[in-house]
């Protein structure tokens, strides 16, 4: 209430007033969704494999006291054992250990770029789609440049530019290349959400631009960015494979990505190795994927 | 702007480009009865003067007939020259070409066409991949200022024309097995029109071989060569190639699976083993020049002590991962030059590249080595594997932690090792020119073959006073004790671990037959027939 | 309306000049030897490397190597690269390739993305959609290059189709490669599409239209489909610039040579001039289908005035 001094008294009230009730309505709407969200068997099944694959990142060695690392080309290719669940691959590793080692960097990596996707999408999206003009102009031709920029080419100069170790600079070049989507999907539901009736009220009763941005505009066109980003989620995990292909990946780090890359020119004689990992990385996709559709129909409240 | 380049700028609004139906893929089948189809890679050039690599090297074997050929037994037999004599002991030697060759023109094949062309590609200014295979050419030096300056002339002082169809060549130094570098592409001749506007002529080359260009290279499409009628030599007993460009070796070898394609040169390492079945006797195997090794890097002190570097090279169980990751599509190296060369011998490393885990890891644990290795290597090139795999040895036997680390492209290494990184270990690899041992020791580990390809900047004055003496020697043969008592200073010194040499695993349609590929990976065209 | 065109035409020009800019510094910033690179593994004398230094001003700094490249490019001299090709020529050659696979890749996409995406938001909860929805949810989950490899590994097995498509001149063997490389916007596009629609059917307007009696196939054809194609227009727009820049992947399985398989030799090459090319008309051409994609939007929603 930086602003009050600025304000005729009348409307302070009223916007306090409508602060408080846009409160009160939130507490609901979480509560709400909270409750819904909790009798909803898809929520339920995927927080549960997500619980699970974070347990598996977090500390592997509950699933397997096997090492990723023990190789020996003597048992290259062998078939699913009891001694190794999933079989053995071209290296003579154990996939079902290194399956489950490889969840840490692909969760990370999934994640952690999402994370940077969303802020820098949600962001300049806003901005974009609120106030128009040249600020719409600047930020859209950048998303141009950057949507230009080949993937390939932009994450070969991160990935050689860049002195970091482990996932950081997978996820960095991602969240640099990869916002450019979701920052026009904000957009244009900000464009859409700002002529409706109810901002056009806000404003009229005076809610400062920031006000009327993070309580009304940014609810209402969080929906379909939330769509965006959980399919992102996923994508992101299997780019990582991608540039494993390209060989431009992680290095050093076991991940169901560089693993499926570098099993897929042997998928005709060998499939457990492409498979496990693939089975994986798809009941990640699906789980977040899911639990964000969960999460959104939960919190819309034109769906109750 | 020809007709592509006008439709690319038509058919930039969406639709147009498929209504219009522009791009260059004419047909899908060959050219036409009696020709057969050849994968390769985009050339990155076809003027001789130029031609470093594979893929163009085996278009350019169509087109061109070389003064020497190399037959079964790697030895040197006269092809386009009538007679290659040496005098002044090695020094000068005199070539007479034999009568009656032209070019695909028409014009007559004499001593200033292999001149101006060998003039063409040793004048620095014209910046010619093959530069520095004429090094050894006297009056070289003169046409190459290392100080930036333009050269005062563009002949080399060492070629001379006796008449129409005799060349006089002086070397720089003797060298006794000059005759046998003249099979390699940089000693073509070019016809006058090729000097007129060589960008133009490299799209259509004419050459003096059996086959001649049909229409122009069709970049990452086909080149189509059909033979010639006037040829005078050996013809072939084919119509015609087309060689297909693929960018995948996988993409060829599903080709010739389904019968669209004829021959492929490579066929990848992952599908060696469905190979057999899939095309039975169609499968072909034959052995091949090419070198893969590890090399340190000399600035990287933790590899200085001779021990360390013993120790990792007995670590490596060779075999295992020639049978494994390659399916016995390769053969372990115990050497630096290909056994199958003229001079070469087996297991010139000795014990230190036998498989030996206990010794490895005493000797290594002795020399005080680090517990982290590093092996890097271009991630474009298909090493993955085989890296992955050492490293799990290393990891194994020597109790280390090992990691490969690939960098996108091979350049990309160059500038690492000028920069002085500590890249660990790196792969290095090499196809030899011509049959000659010190094909393999002089490029890669002589002191002024720093810093490009000696990439791991080993030098060694016994090494290079062996090799001079071997080039002083009064015939080829006469050179090999020198040669091999310097690839005897590499297995003191280890400075590259002998790893693998190739084999050519190619494989080919019911359409043809008679497929034989050389030790330099060339598909011999003339032995090639329809089946 | 026109003004806004014409305005947007003029920040193109900025844009390309940026782009360009950027582009060409990253080449610069990526590249360590592009005569090493160009060398391979072959020894490459002292003297060559002085010529082609020259020839590229590689020894020039990097500003003063793009202004070079933008007076050859606003003289309309693409130049050659540093195998001496003409980059005029490299692009034109393989365009029609990439636009030919993003042409069938876009219907596939746009067709079944939509159609779909609306049936399943008609019939949402129902057992087809539950099927369709984990069909997009594996595809997403897969990495292309092994949907990719697959595809071309069986079908040369069991000759279904050729994996040389750009060496086959047909159109219809673009058709796998197509599939591959749209299945990644399609799945994308139905779920969508799928939440817009289900978002539009509930909305007042809806009601308001039903209980005036309209037929539902009016109401969902005519009212909801206008209003919840704004996201999806959007995305498609941006997945088609998306398409035309090349597929490094998919043209390297399937064996066409197009832009991105250009463009990955050219980065492999450190060919920074050809790089910049290709990546600036891909720029170009992204602003185009944007530009397309905001006029569209005011003809879409009445709401969308531009002045």
Known sequence: MSDQNALPPADSVVALAEGEAGAGRARSLASDAWRDLRKNPIAIISAVIIVILVLMAVWPSLFTGADPAACDLSRSLQPPSSEAWFGYNLQGCDIYARTIYGAKASLQVGLYSVIGVAVIAIVLGMLAGYYGGWADAVIARVTDIVLGIPLLLGAIVILSSVELDGVWPVVLALALLGWTSPARIVRSSVISAKGQDYVQAARMLGANDKRIMMRHIAPNAMAPVIVVLTIALGSFISVEATLSFLGIGLKGEISWGADIADATGRVRNALGPVLFPSTFLALTVLAFIMLGDAVREAFDPKLR | ?531 | MFRYIIRRLLQMVLAFFGTTLLVYWLMFAASGDPIAALAGEKPLSPSVRQALIQEFHLDQPFIVQYLYYMRDLLTFDLGVNTSGRDIGQIVATAWPYTLKLAFIAFIFVVVVGITLGVIVAMKRGGVFDTVVLLLTLIVISIPVFVIGSTLALFGAKWGLWTTNVGGSGKLLAYLVPALVLGSLSLATAVRLTRSSVGENLRADYVRTAKSKGLKRSRVVGVHVLRNSLIPVITFLGIELGGLMGGAIVTEKIFNIPGIGFELAKAIGLEDGPTVVTIVSLLVIVYLLMNLLVDVLYAVLDPRIRYE
């Open chain 2, 1 to 531: 702007m020809g007709k592509r380049a006008l439709c690319a700028f038509v058919s930039m609004p969406l639709a147009a480009a498929v209504l219009v139906g522009c791009g260059g893929g004419d047909d899908g089948g060959g050219s036409g009865e009696g020709f057969i189809s050849v994968g390769i890679g985009e050339p990155k050039s076809l003027l001789v003067t130029s031609v470093g690599e594979t893929e163009g090297h085996q278009v350019l074997s169509a087109l061109y007939t070389p003064l020497v050929r190399y037959n079964d037994n790697l030895e040197t037999e006269l092809e386009a020259a009538a007679s290659i004599e040496p005098s002044e002991a090695n020094k000068v030697w005199t070539i007479k070409l034999k009568d009656g060759y032209t070019f695909h023109n028409g014009e007559k094949v004499t001593a200033d066409s292999y001149i101006n062309s060998w003039n063409y590609g040793a004048y620095g200014p014209n910046a010619q991949d093959l530069n520095s295979y004429y090094n050894k050419i006297d009056g070289y030096a003169a046409l190459n200022p290392t100080d930036g300056s333009t050269p005062p002339t563009d002949r080399m002082s060492g070629l001379e024309k006796v008449d129409d169809l005799t060349i006089k060549v002086t070397l720089a130094s003797p060298y006794a097995a000059f005759d046998t570098t003249l099979g390699y592409t940089n000693f073509l001749p070019l016809p006058s029109v090729a000097f007129d506007d060589t960008a133009a002529f490299q799209n259509s080359p004419i050459g003096n071989g059996p086959f001649k260009m049909k229409g122009n290279w069709e970049h990452d499409q086909q080149i189509s060569v059909e033979a010639w009628d006037a040829y005078t030599g050996t013809k072939p007993k084919i119509k015609g190639v087309d060689f297909k460009i693929y960018q995948d070796a996988g993409a060829q070898y599903n080709d010739v699976v389904g019968g669209n394609l004829d021959v492929v040169k490579t066929i990848p390492t992952a599908q060696i083993g469905n190979a057999k079945s899939d095309l039975g006797d169609r499968f072909g195997q034959t052995p091949s020049g090419s070198f893969q090794g590890l090399a340190f890097p000399v600035y990287q002190k933790e590899f200085e002590d001779v021990r360390i570097r013993q120790a990792i090279s007995m670590a490596i169980d060779r075999t295992a991962i020639v049978d494994t990751i390659f399916q016995g599509s390769q053969t372990p190296a115990t050497s630096w030059v290909s056994p199958q060369f003229p001079g070469a011998r087996e297991n010139s490393c000795g014990e230190w590249c036998q498989f030996n885990p206990t010794e490895a890891k005493t000797l290594y644990t002795a020399a005080g080595g680090k517990d982290t290795i590093q092996i890097s290597y271009n991630a474009d090139g298909g090493h993955k594997e085989w890296i992955d795999a050492t490293c799990n040895q290393l990891a194994t036997n020597l109790g280390v932690t090992c990691t490969g680390n690939p960098v996108p492209k091979f350049a990309d290494l160059l500038t690492s090792l000028s920069k002085k990184e500590a890249v660990g270990l790196f792969r290095q690899g090499w196809i030899p020119d011509y049959p000659t041992m010190d094909n393999y020791l002089e490029p890669l580990y002589s002191c002024n073959a720093i810093p490009q390809p000696n990439y791991s900047g080993f030098c060694d004055e016994n090494f290079d006073d062996l090799l001079k003496k071997g080039f002083g020697a009064e015939t080829a043969e006469a050179s090999f004790p020198d040669f091999q008592a310097a690839e005897d200073v590499l297995a003191e010194k280890l400075p590259v671990l002998p790893m693998r040499f190739g084999r050519n695993n190619f494989g080919y349609s019911d359409k043809v037959k008679n497929v034989t590929i050389d030790l330099f990976y060339e598909l011999d065209l003339l032995a090639i027939e329809n089946a």
